[in-house]
């Protein structure tokens, strides 16, 4: 795997360096984390100063080989799936993330109702809701345990 990200930096003209290879490997791994996480995940790896980190997801994302999102309110996370133009939903409660395919092939989103002259090249659309833990603990907290034994 390592190899293949090697080739993507190359494909872009970035060199290769250990703390962008280790960053592209933790979005692989932990897809949607924000920068603290991204750090975290890294220095566990490596010692490289924060501000490395920064850069090093900067430059990726400049890059676009790292796909920054930044749903409303929400901290920017980061991914390293980029490229397909899927869409995200995001739980209002937790702040979890999952991916949501456009459609195989090809990007109907990409397609506006009224593109007012402008040529479109991405879609970004952010499902909000409450994902399946936050509903069961919604659930079973709103509803009266009948046995009395919570
Ligand atoms: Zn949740
Ligand atoms: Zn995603």
């Given amino acids: 795997m390592t190899s293949d990200f090697e080739a993507q930096l190359r494909a ?13 490997a933790a979005l692989r791994d932990h897809p949607h984390v924000d920068t603290d996480t991204v750090i975290d995940l890294v220095r566990a790896e490596l010692s490289v100063s924060h501000q490395a980190i920064y850069d090093v997801l900067r430059a990726l994302t400049d890059a676009g080989l790292v796909r920054r999102i930044q749903p409303a309110g929400a901290t920017a996370r980061y991914e390293c799936r980029v490229g397909d133009n899927h869409h995200h939903v995001v739980c209002r409660t937790c702040g979890a993330i999952a991916d ?10 990409l397609t506006a109702s009224d593109d007012h002259g402008f040529v479109v090249d991405e879609a970004e659309v952010v499902y909000w809701g409450t994902c399946p833990d936050c509903a069961t603990e ?8 009948s046995e009395g034994s919570r």
């Avoid at 970035?14 to 592209?24: I, N, W």
């Avoid at 919604?138 to 345990?145: D, L, V």
């Fill in 12 to 24: 872009v003209s970035l060199r290769v360096t250990r703390p962008r290879l280790a960053v592209l």
């Fill in 100 to 109: 949501v395919d456009c459609a195989v092939g090809y990007s109907p989103c």
């Fill in 138 to 145: 919604r659930t079973s907290q709103s509803a009266p345990s």
